[in-house]
């Protein structure tokens, strides 16, 4: 299932995606299409971007979008949990004179806000979750993974008058505990007064305890855009792609979606019409997105 919403700002239309996969994962992809930043082409001009046109210069830009992701795996109070890999020597039993490198899981609890705040370009954990206190049937706590695929834009200076009110973008991840008074990362009145912001999305990181609270995570998705001949007339959605993947990781006891009714699995000699084997085949009998109208005449 996919909820599709376009909202236009300034020369720049954005396509917003929420995919809802049928193995529980949830997809959240931000494209960026329109008329490209631009200005009149003279002078030295072509520092700040390529020429697309006889007067026209494609001006060098970032797009950047804060999401906030209000998990609650299973409940108001999470954890967060890094999960990685480190290899550890061993002597290979049959030949003690040699040796392997073992693959070893690491997990480690980031009990604390400062231990969640990735700035932009800092390694990330490669699998980072939150996860509730129950388990599945593995004895695993049931959680969702955050997996952001997006490629890393450039922030404003930190000695820059206006970084403050932008100070979400310094980070491509954060989790905090959630505040009512701490419901979003800007403000509307920035775009009239940034150099005065009433709020600053940093302040939010004040190393608050994050065992078994109630969570926010916070996603930076962005990219650098310097544009080209090939962004005429309108630049493309692809490739200008940026977002993030929730990602079940031991929240269910297995795949989900093999339960889909889409699913369809018979052997040889099974009636593939039936619906106890097929339930696809049922599907019609069930329901139809075709209204059953009279027959129509015309005279």
């Not at 932009?120 to 004895?139: C, H, K, M, S, V």
């Not at 200076?157 to 979400?168: N, T």
């Not at 369809?264 to 085949?281: I, M, R, S, T, W």
Request: hydrophobic share 40%; aromatic share 12%; glycine share 8%.
């Amino acid at each position: 299932l996919v909820v599709r919403s376009v909202s236009t700002m300034l020369n720049y239309d954005y396509v917003w995606d929420m995919v809802f996969h049928p193995n529980g994962a949830i997809e959240v992809r931000l494209h960026a299409t329109g008329y490209i930043s631009s200005a009149f082409l003279f002078g030295a001009t072509r520092r700040y971007g390529n020429r697309v046109g006889e007067h026209t210069l494609g001006t060098v830009h970032t797009h950047s979008a804060h999401f906030k992701v209000d998990l609650d795996v299973g409940g108001l109070e999470n954890w967060v949990w890094a999960e990685d890999m480190t290899y550890v020597p061993m002597a290979v039993p049959w030949s003690p004179e040699h040796h392997l490198q073992r693959p070893q899981l690491t997990r480690q609890v980031l009990g604390r806000e400062d231990l969640t705040a990735f700035s932009l370009g800092e390694p990330l954990p490669r699998y980072l979750y939150l996860a509730g206190n129950q388990t599945n049937a593995w004895g695993h706590q049931r959680g969702y993974r955050i997996q952001i695929h997006s490629p890393l834009g450039l922030h404003m200076p930190l000695e820059s008058d206006m970084e403050r009110a932008l100070s979400w973008g310094r980070y491509q991840l954060v989790v905090t505990r959630r505040k009512e008074e701490e419901s979003q990362s800007s403000s509307i009145y920035y775009q009239n007064d940034i150099w005065t912001p009433t709020m600053a999305f940093a302040d939010f990181i004040n190393n608050e305890t994050l065992l078994g609270e109630d969570l926010v995570a916070w996603v930076t998705a962005s990219f650098l855009h310097i544009p080209h001949a090939e962004d005429v007339p309108n630049t493309v959605t692809l490739g200008n792609r940026v977002g993030f993947l929730l990602r079940p990781y031991n929240f269910f006891d297995e795949d989900p979606s093999i339960f889909s009714p889409g699913s369809v699995y018979f052997e040889k000699g099974q009636d593939a019409g039936l619906c106890n084997v097929n339930p696809v085949a049922c599907i019609p009998n069930l329901a139809a997105c075709v209204p059953d109208l009279p027959p129509f005449f015309y005279q």
